[in-house]
């Protein structure tokens, strides 16, 4: 098994002890740790070049803009799309799926049309579609899953029809680890006349993604689960559907003129972003892509199979333990849901954090799922590059641990 260990030493909070045990962070696909190069480069843009973007002509102004609009070319780079003016600066997965659905739902979809998503979604990518389907008479329409945590082709294909104008779905699910074949799903939509618009939240931090390659019309995903700050997210867009949307927020710096009763709107990529932006928000994102990019994304798609590969069998092998999602490494990112047998995950959380290792239990906001699953909440693991395979050992070692400490009180 390769080793990444080098690349742990730029993260200064891995260093540290919690409970008085080394911590082993585990919680990255809730958020990710930010090396020290990240770091940086956002305290020296507060310390040298802070100002307001676009609009001014003085020297800081310009150090400003050139650092926020060169991150838009490293993100238009890092996800292959064919124009920065694809690329749109937002707050995270989020808000990009809630302006997807408010700009170009409210645009395609009337009444009696249908919306495709899943079961393995987030949130962020089922409220919205509810919301849209609910201003327009639509219908909000479920793929189901196989038995091993699969999305169900067979089941797509029944789903995805001719009223079908959206189908919105998680490239990786933040719960089940997957990685969903949004290519021919991608073809499929487009097959019936609708649009594909991904999560791409759980995938771009871990895998190379080609949004061209895909051909899927609107790509989402976060800064900060990717090295990068929070608060800054990404959402690509086809540029002929981007020219036909309005924008969802409106005031400074989206506008082209004010008039006293109506006004017109700057070009793309600016006439979605009103406001003050998230500067250092922006500039971090592209040095975090800048990070990204030197070590390889298929180098770190590929050592987190082989952690995955590493640790399953051995949790696998843990009486009264039970995963969720997909077992073949290959399908799978570094999102590991379980539960332990006669314990709630909180509890399990709890007492995994008193050996110093740091996993999330909970719904994930992903509630649909864990009911079609059938269990109230879940304990998770997800694993990134800068995690190794003693953190993997010590993660198995607290699991054996907080099992014999429930129950027969020894820790």
């Not at 689960?225 to 710096?253: D, H, N, R």
């Not at 500067?279 to 770190?300: E, H, K």
């Amino acid at each position: 098994m390769q080793t990444l260990d080098h690349w742990r030493q730029d993260f200064p909070i891995l260093k540290q002890q919690v409970n008085d045990e080394p911590l082993v962070y585990l919680d990255n696909a809730a958020t990710t740790q930010k090396p020290q190069q990240v770091l940086d480069v956002i305290e020296a843009y507060y310390q040298q070049d802070n100002a307001n973007v676009h609009r001014g002509v003085h020297t800081l102004a310009e150090r400003a803009t050139k650092s926020y609009e060169t991150a838009r070319e490293k993100v238009q780079q890092f996800i292959q799309a064919k124009s920065t003016k694809e690329i749109l600066f937002t707050r995270g997965t989020t808000t990009s799926l809630n302006w997807v659905a408010k700009s170009y739902g409210d645009l395609a979809v009337e009444k009696g049309d249908e919306i495709v998503i899943s079961y393995a979604e987030h949130h962020s990518n089922i409220v919205p579609w509810q919301q849209l389907a609910k201003r327009k008479g639509a219908k909000l329409v479920y793929i189901e899953l196989t038995d091993d945590g699969y999305l169900d082709l067979e089941d797509a294909k029944a789903k995805i029809t001719d009223q079908t104008k959206i189908v919105s779905l998680a490239h990786v699910s933040n719960v089940l680890g997957g990685i969903n074949p949004i290519k021919t799903l991608t073809e499929l939509a487009h097959q019936h006349g609708a649009v594909m618009v991904v999560d791409g939240a759980q995938s771009t931090p871990h895998m190379p993604v080609n949004v061209t390659e895909l051909d899927v019309d609107f790509y989402a995903f976060s800064g900060h689960k990717m090295c990068g700050p929070t608060g800054i997210g990404v959402l690509y867009g086809k540029q002929a559907l981007l020219e036909k949307m309005e924008p969802v927020e409106f005031g400074g710096e989206m506008i082209d003129f004010v008039y006293p009763q109506e006004s017109t709107w700057s070009e793309l990529p600016w006439k979605f972003e009103a406001g003050t932006p998230n500067i250092a928000g922006g500039i971090g994102l592209g040095a975090a892509i800048d990070y990204l990019t030197a070590i390889g994304m298929d180098t770190i798609h590929q050592y987190e199979q082989e952690l995955v590969a590493y640790v399953l069998p051995k949790l696998e092998a843990i009486e009264g333990v039970t995963i969720y999602g997909p077992k073949d490494p290959k399908d799978h990112t570094g999102v590991i849901a379980f539960n332990i047998e006669g314990l709630h995950p909180h509890d399990v959380a709890t007492a995994l954090d008193m050996e110093g290792v740091a996993v999330r239990a909970g719904h994930h906001c992903a509630q649909p799922l864990l009911q079609y699953l059938k269990v109230p909440a879940t304990a998770r693991a997800s694993f990134y590059f800068y995690n190794t395979k003693e953190d993997a050992d010590r993660l198995v070692d607290a699991i054996l641990a907080t099992k014999e400490f429930f129950q027969n009180g020894l820790i």
